[in-house]
């Protein structure tokens, strides 16, 4: 099939989406562009809405001008639709008795959407079957429990930043920022932005194990020096504002009376286990944190896509997951920021136009993916997260926040029932049954119960949807049951 023919439908409007659209378009597909959200960008442009835009949108951004670039191209192209409020919410597998194959039949993926306001009633339903998929669907931030992390005023850093960008609101007039990685400090930085006291940036891992993920093989950082300057803007700004900034420390637990009003912050070894006799209290009225990001898997582990064993989406060097049909680019392949975003979408969206990927912009794209892999290597060996947390934990620390299961009551029922097995313990304690369908526990469930197996991301419906909406999706003719696969 030749790129003219091809259509491709790209979900997520993230840098990587966005650059594998453009580059899918630029190789002669016709693309579909699906994003739930109501502006372009994804997590890392993520600003106001175009109808009251922000006077001085650049200054708020790094690398603006290529979000302009790019979602200015797509608008103008005229092979490439734009859907924002496009909730992709299954994903099935279809087989297409009489499509291109040899055999006669062509397996591919149906995607239901729903377009419009999130929650709407009457939501236009809309089904694609593309030639091609690309799934950019992002991450969202993890945050590991303590004691306290279900008052109001405990917000992820990830709710924090969007609130700070996408509203301009702070979460708190005294805020403290805590958890592991680079992505504290944009947090920090936007946070101060809005008129926030930013009491102190806590970053979980301490110097030796930063200096072990970052100062290894300096040379390999040359390609990074956009990424430097980024780093230093954000150290710039904290000392500006006598913002601290202390390695090896953590928030192991929040208090007040129905709202935070202190946090305690403790000293962590190097498992990240709390030392005694360290901890102090520090008054805030609000916390962001969170330590590190978790892929957004729901449509890849429903493509069948294999992942790997810390979770995620495998891909080739053209991006090509292990379904054929299906190529997946951004932090769903691997937590590397939006640089590494950007260059495996141009990869991933060439390659699922059936383009060259030896001419044009790809042979560059695929340099500075491969450079932008070693990075995303860094960040876990810096700030990967270590087992020792589950020291500050308590038998009555919540666990699963929608279901309030306690983290006693999940050691409890592994006692009773002798299972390790992370569904059969869900089903039991509740934990990760409520509204979010373990997003937020999930993943904490897991290292709690040492289980690697993948049953709690299964979800068939990607979001909660009416029942309205449900009967109103027409139906397939035929569809296969998928199971992921790990590797
Ligand atoms: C909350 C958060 C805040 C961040 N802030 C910063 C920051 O300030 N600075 C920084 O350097 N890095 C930040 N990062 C990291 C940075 O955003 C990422 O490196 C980069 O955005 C990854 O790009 P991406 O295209 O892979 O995913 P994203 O930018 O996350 O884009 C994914 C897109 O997919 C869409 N999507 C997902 N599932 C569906 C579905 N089922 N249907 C329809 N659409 C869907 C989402 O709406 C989203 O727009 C942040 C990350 C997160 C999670």
Redesign the pocket.
């Known amino acids: 099939m030749s790129g003219q023919e091809r259509h491709v439908v790209v979900?997520?409007?993230?840098?990587?989406?966005l650059a594998a659209a453009r580059a899918a378009a630029d190789a002669g597909a016709r693309v579909t562009v699906?994003?739930?959200?109501d502006v372009l960008g994804?997590?890392?442009w993520r600003h106001l809405p175009d109808e009251r835009p922000a006077g001085r949108e650049h200054l708020l951004h790094?690398k603006w001008d290529t979000y302009r670039a790019l979602s200015d191209a797509l608008r103008a192209h005229p092979a490439v639709t734009v859907v924002p409020t496009?909730?992709?919410w299954s994903l099935e597998q279809v087989s297409s008795p009489g499509l291109v194959s040899s055999s006669g039949r062509r397996d591919g993926v149906r995607l239901n959407v729903l377009v419009g306001e999130p929650d709407a009633a009457g939501r236009a339903a809309r089904t694609f079957e593309p030639d091609a998929l690309v799934l950019?669907?992002?991450?969202?931030?993890r945050t590991l429990p303590f004691p306290g992390w279900q008052l109001p005023g405990v917000y992820s850093a990830?709710a924090a930043?969007?609130l700070a960008?996408g509203e301009r609101v702070a979460v708190g007039r005294r805020v403290v920022v805590a958890g592991a990685g680079p992505?504290l400090l944009?947090?920090a930085s936007?946070l101060l932005r809005t008129g926030a006291t930013v009491l102190g940036v806590h970053e979980a891992s301490r110097t030796g194990s930063l200096a072990r993920g970052w100062l290894d093989r300096p040379w390999e950082l040359a390609g990074a020096v956009g990424k430097a300057g980024e780093l230093a803007g954000y150290v710039g700004e904290l000392v500006r504002h006598r913002v601290p900034w202390r390695p090896g420390e953590a928030v192991v637990a929040a208090h007040g009376d129905g709202q935070v009003e202190a946090v305690t912050v403790a000293r962590l070894d190097a498992r990240w286990a709390p030392v005694p006799g360290t901890e102090r209290q520090v008054e805030a009225d609000a916390v962001a944190v969170s330590h590190g990001?978790t892929p957004?898997l729901?449509?890849a582990i429903a493509a069948g896509c294999a992942l790997t064993a810390s979770r995620f989406v495998i891909v080739d060097d053209t991006q090509a997951t292990s379904v054929p049909g299906v190529w997946a680019?951004?932090?769903?392949t691997g937590i590397g920021?939006?640089d590494a975003?950007l260059a495996e979408?141009a990869v991933a969206g060439a390659a699922a136009a059936g383009g060259d990927l030896g001419a044009g912009a790809a042979p560059r794209a695929i340099r500075s993916r491969d450079r932008a892999r070693g990075f995303a290597a860094r960040i876990e060996a810096a700030h990967g997260i270590r087992g020792g947390w589950v020291r500050w934990l308590r038998d009555d620390t919540v666990v699963c926040r929608c279901e309030e299961t306690t983290y006693g009551r999940v050691r409890e029922v592994v006692e009773l029932t002798g299972s390790h097995e992370t569904r059969s313990v869900k089903l039991t304690s509740r934990a990760g049954l409520g509204p979010c369908q373990a997003r937020m526990c999930g993943r904490t469930l897991q290292d709690l119960l040492d289980d690697g197996g993948t049953g709690v991301d299964r979800r068939p419906i990607?979001v909660p949807v009416r029942l309205g909406d449900l009967a109103a999706t027409p139906t397939s003719s035929t569809h296969t049951a998928s199971q992921p696969q790990e590797t």
């Open positions: 979900v997520g409007a993230g840098p990587a989406g699906l994003d739930a959200a994804g997590q890392y790094h496009a909730q992709v950019a669907t992002g991450a969202h931030d990830g930043q969007a960008k992505f944009p947090v936007s990001f957004r729901e449509l680019a951004g932090e769903i920021g939006a975003a979408g990607v």
